[in-house]
């Protein structure tokens, strides 16, 4: 895929040379890799901005499965009694469609920005633990590989995305569909939960000096939010997992009403998971487009403070909502009425940022670039989705709304109108900073249109469709049922489906736009935007040590400030090119820098989740030997010290004052 | 006398003295003990709120000493601290729905 | 860490292990603690799970009938004083006392071993009174919460047996003394799950 080639970069010859490490033994037995070639330097690598590139193709090799798996959605819904999908195949694809969107796109798509962007936005080299770092990727990657195996080995999972009983059960679901989907997903927790853990030490103790917590730029904060969310939701959905396999396979009944249980309970670990989660899947896109806005608009982010503040506010109270997805269940009225409150209250701080937004568009010298476009639109139409959400949160309507296509049309309005554009915005955004070239922007003019108008042709829609009673995961409507005039079912949902196939056009028209741009796009200059933050302050794509030396922060927009001071009128006034800003950071080039050397062990780490898994629903040998992998793996890792000893450099470096020996990463 | 400093500010660096832990463990053996005795005696009203409080002691005076939560930077109990009462806040308001429902 | 962060430290902390950082705190650290953070909302799902399901004992024994208070304190003593042991290995740790560090690493480890030794003992048991594991939702919440932290307290022996073995080689990475700590950290935190468990399940009649 073009995402891993690495355009000739534009950087100023090194004054420093990182020693590269050689190989020496490191259990004794096996030699570390060290190559800087082919494949190996992807598999073993172990570098934040590498990963942070796997990521985000794996995420996009997800999005166009997930991609595919709607199309075939809408187009057994485009005519009465469609026939292109069984009842079977369609709750499959359902099923699969949004866990491939949620696990396997949105959430890696984020992650793969977090890895490349965080270090480089707080001034760092790297993550706190780099080989947790690439454990976490690999789990991901064998995660979503595990769950999509299912396709081939009797079918996937097939109770909707939040798997309620008695769905989930094996009356209902008797393949092993369900069995994938719950490792599968256990996989891709743990990879959430470390790569979680490691952002989080990163943020808080990597950053370069003066990089105070209120001068971070927004990104990060967002991101660092986003990570606190992951770290305390995973572990209950891996409650929920592993309950849930139990019943499946060593014959536990919890959620089995005819054996006393309560299925209420399963329900309540979802959505204390899954709540957070839909910030987990937003923030990011919220983080990406705060940055956007203030560089194509060419001031501040308005209310800086208030957008942390907010951000973290929403991180927070976002716990306390859970039961709003409830409500039809019979939570009873104390429940109901709390959980209706809290989440009206939730939406006071999502406020707070479109006003924030907007006023930094307000008087700005608007540059209407792909990216800016994007986060326009992301803007406009979470808007929407998150005013039929407000709708939701009134119980006695979201009774009416419930399970129809109304919450389809609401979530995907946040969903892709808010956390994919906002990915979108961020990919032409910083495909200058990770590949060097520019992505073209009128192709790109091009992408954004379709995708917007696709977006609302296929989900506009719906909101009709639902009101009028259209069931969510109906796999077929026939059309003596179909309604007359306006509210014809069967007109809005062949738009629907003609809608969706415009979206198409629009992802397409980006993959496009990648390959051209691989082939012969234009260079990217050092600054292509004007950019504010730290993340620019290197070459395009950057070193491998990001840094030359690591630069003193002193104000929040660090980059801008270099560029820019007041002139006697307090106006702002460009002092210094950021090829200047560059130019400085090289000429006080740290004499040694030592980057985390790659290793084996987190990829055969990884390795074993999925051979154990398989094991588990096959074969307990198989699961036996899985465990040794695990085993082998952790010895192997904890033995291993992260960064290559002194004496492996070549040349070996002098053991200058520089060295710490504390790194159990 | 430099080394007498040196070696107060290791003490409240790394938590107390062998002493000091054998002590904690002798307070923490005692509650234990509490605890069991209510197994074999009547306390009455006293029962329930009697046994959470000694588990929340047990459970403070652990983390507190044997984990140095006490003695090292606020971070550290940030942490921990924010896991624990988002536990114990959603878990317990999920239970209470389930009583609310009957 | 492994490149210069001399002069990234924006908080002077000369503790052992907490070099040059932003906080001057050891990343290994702030990933433990905040680890044991998530750690508190797994097993709160577990405990939450049992609370919900410990009256629902279908035709199976009932929980006072089974458990053995006794023993149990017994196991659970056992526990509570291995942290006073490992306790004891982090503070040699930190004197660089090795032979202490080691004495106190395998005695911690053999009193896990003893307490996971009477969970086994008391699973067989309540398996021969007619409580296998799919009996009543009683018992299926029951045998998930104490087996995971069973299987926490058996991890926390390999590692600690495991780091005792490296220790004696000189095959840890990075500081010594911070690696028994942390592992000392894991250590505690099984114990307190252990202090909730013990009062809430055992305790606390159903
Ligand atoms: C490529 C454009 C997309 C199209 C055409 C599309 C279409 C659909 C349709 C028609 C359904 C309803 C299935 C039914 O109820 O029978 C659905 C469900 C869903 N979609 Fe999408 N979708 C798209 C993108 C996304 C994205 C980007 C996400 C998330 C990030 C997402 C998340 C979901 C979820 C969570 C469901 C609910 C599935 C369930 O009921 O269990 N979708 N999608
Ligand atoms: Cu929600």
Redesign the interface.
């Known amino acids: 895929m073009a995402i891993i080639e690495r355009p000739v970069s534009l950087e100023v010859q090194p004054l420093i040379v990182v020693a590269p490490a050689t190989p020496s033994s490191a259990m004794g037995a096996v030699k570390r890799p060290v190559v800087t070639k082919g494949w190996r330097q992807w598999v073993f690598t172990v570098d934040h901005k590498k990963l942070g590139l796997m990521y985000m193709a794996t995420a996009m090799f997800f999005f166009l499965v997930g991609g595919i798996e709607a199309v075939l959605i809408r187009l057994q819904l485009a005519l009465p009694d469609g026939k292109i999908l069984n009842a079977d195949l369609y709750n499959q694809m359902f099923t699969m469609h949004a866990t491939t969107m949620v696990f396997l796109f949105v959430m890696p798509m984020a992650a793969g920005f977090a890895n490349y962007f965080i270090p480089l936005q707080i001034g760092a080299r790297d993550v706190a633990f780099p080989r947790i770092n690439a454990f976490g990727f690999w789990a991901l990657l064998f995660g979503g590989l595990f769950i999509n195996l299912s396709w081939f080995l009797g079918g996937a999972a097939d109770g909707g995305w939040f798997m309620y009983a008695p769905n989930s059960g094996p009356i209902f679901s008797p393949s092993h569909g369900v069995d994938f989907w719950t490792f599968g997903l256990q996989i891709a927790g743990i990879a959430s939960l470390t790569g979680a853990i490691n952002l989080i030490v990163t943020v808080l103790n990597m950053r370069a000096p003066g990089m105070k917590l209120m001068r971070m730029p927004i990104f990060t904060w967002m991101i660092l939010v986003v990570q606190f969310l992951l770290a305390f939701a995973v572990p209950v959905i891996t409650v929920a997992l592993f309950l849930l396999s139990f019943q499946r396979n060593f014959g536990a009944t919890f959620f089995d009403v005819a054996a006393g249980a309560d299925p209420l309970l399963w329900q309540h670990l979802f959505w204390i998971f899954g709540h957070p989660e839909v910030y987990i899947l937003i923030l990011p896109s919220f983080g990406i487009i705060s940055e956007v806005l203030p560089v194509f608009s060419r001031k501040p982010l308005f209310g800086y403070p208030f957008v942390v503040f907010s951000g973290a506010a929403i991180g927070f109270v976002g716990w306390g909502v859970w039961a709003h997805h409830m409500f039809a269940s019979g939570l009873g009225p104390v429940s109901v009425a709390v959980f209706s409150i809290s989440t009206m209250a939730i939406a006071v701080p999502t406020g707070v940022k479109i006003v924030n937004w907007t006023l930094t568009l307000w008087g700005g010298k608007l540059w209407f670039t792909t990216a800016m476009k994007f986060s326009i639109g992301l803007i406009v139409l979470f808007t929407i989705g998150g005013l039929s959400g407000v709708t939701h949160a009134v119980a006695p309507s979201d009774t009416q709304q419930t399970d129809t296509y109304y919450i389809v049309a609401h979530f995907h309005y946040v969903l892709f109108g808010g956390a994919v554009l906002g990915l979108f915005s961020g990919f032409y955004y910083w495909w200058p900073k990770m590949f060097g070239k520019m992505l073209n922007e009128k192709l790109g003019t091009w992408n954004f249109w379709f995708m917007v108008v696709g977006m609302n042709l296929t989900f506009g829609p719906m909101h009709i469709l639902g009101l009028q009673g259209q069931p969510r995961r109906m796999y077929q409507w026939t059309e003596n049922r179909a309604g007359e005039g306006f509210f014809n079912l069967g007109f809005w949902n062949l738009i629907a489906s003609i809608g969706s196939l415009v979206l198409v056009v629009g992802v397409f028209l980006f993959l496009v736009n990648i390959y051209i741009t691989a082939r012969n796009g234009k260079v990217a200059p050092l600054d292509p935007w004007g950019a504010r933050s730290l993340e620019w302050m290197t070459s395009n794509p950057p070193k491998e040590h990001n840094f030359d030396s690591i630069p003193t922060v002193h104000h929040l927009d660090e980059f801008f400030h270099r560029k820019y001071a007041e002139d006697a009128n307090g106006q702002m006034q460009q002092v210094a090119t950021a090829e200047q800003v560059l130019k400085q950071l090289e000429d006080n080039a740290d004499a040694h820098i030592h980057m985390p050397s790659p290793s084996y062990w987190p990829i055969i780490l990884a390795f074993g989740l999925p051979v154990t898994c398989l094991g588990l629903i096959y074969s307990i040998p198989l699961a036996i030997f899985g465990g040794l992998i695990i085993l082998m793996g952790t010895f192997g890792w904890a033995l291993e010290p992260s960064t290559a000893p002194d004496s492996d450099f070549d040349p070996p470096s002098s053991g200058d004052t520089s060295k710490d020996v504390v790194h159990v990463g | 006398m430099n080394t007498t400093s040196a070696t107060d500010s290791?003490a409240t660096?790394?938590?107390l003295s062998?002493i000091g832990?054998?002590r904690?463990?002798l307070i923490?053996?005692a509650i234990?003990g509490l605890?069991?005795s209510?197994?074999y005696v009547d306390f009455g009203r006293l029962f329930?709120p009697a046994?959470?409080i000694?588990?929340v002691i047990?459970?403070v005076m652990?983390?507190s000493?044997?984990?140095h939560l006490k003695f090292d930077?606020k971070?550290?109990s940030w942490?921990?601290?924010?896991?624990?009462f988002?536990?114990?806040?959603?878990?317990c308001?999920?239970?209470?729905?389930?009583k609310?429902?009957g | 860490m492994w490149f210069t962060l001399d002069n990234l430290a924006t908080a002077h902390d000369t503790h052992e292990g907490a070099a040059h950082s932003s906080t001057g705190l050891s990343n290994v650290k702030l990933g433990m603690w905040l680890f044991l953070g998530t750690e508190c909302l797994l097993f709160g799902g577990l405990i939450s799970t049992y609370m919900l399901y410990r009256g629902r004992v279908g035709t199976g024994p009932r929980p006072s009938q089974v458990f053995d208070i006794p023993f149990t304190s017994v196991s659970s003593f056992v526990l509570l004083m291995s942290s006073l042991t490992m306790v004891l290995a982090v503070s040699a740790a930190h004197k660089r006392d090795d032979r202490s560090t080691n004495l106190w690493l395998v005695i911690t480890a053999l009193l896990g071993t003893t307490f996971v030794g009477g969970q086994v003992y008391e699973f067989t048991a309540f398996y021969n009174e007619g409580m296998g594991f799919s009996t009543s939702l009683f018992s299926s919440s029951f045998f998930v919460l104490t087996g995971f932290h069973g299987v926490h307290v058996t991890v926390g022996i390999i590692m600690l047996l495991a780091l005792r073995g490296m220790l004696k080689n000189n095959k840890v990475p990075g500081s010594r003394s911070e690696t028994v700590e942390m592992i000392g950290l894991y250590w505690h935190f099984v114990d307190i799950v252990w202090i909730i468990i013990f009062t809430l399940i055992y305790l606390i009649p159903a």
């Open positions: 290791h660096e790394h938590g062998t832990y054998v904690i463990a923490l053996a234990t605890e069991v209510t197994y329930l046994l959470l000694m588990m047990k459970f652990v983390v000493y044997f984990m930077n971070v550290f942490l921990f601290y924010t896991g624990l988002l536990a114990v806040g959603v878990y308001a999920a239970l209470a729905t389930f609310f429902f």
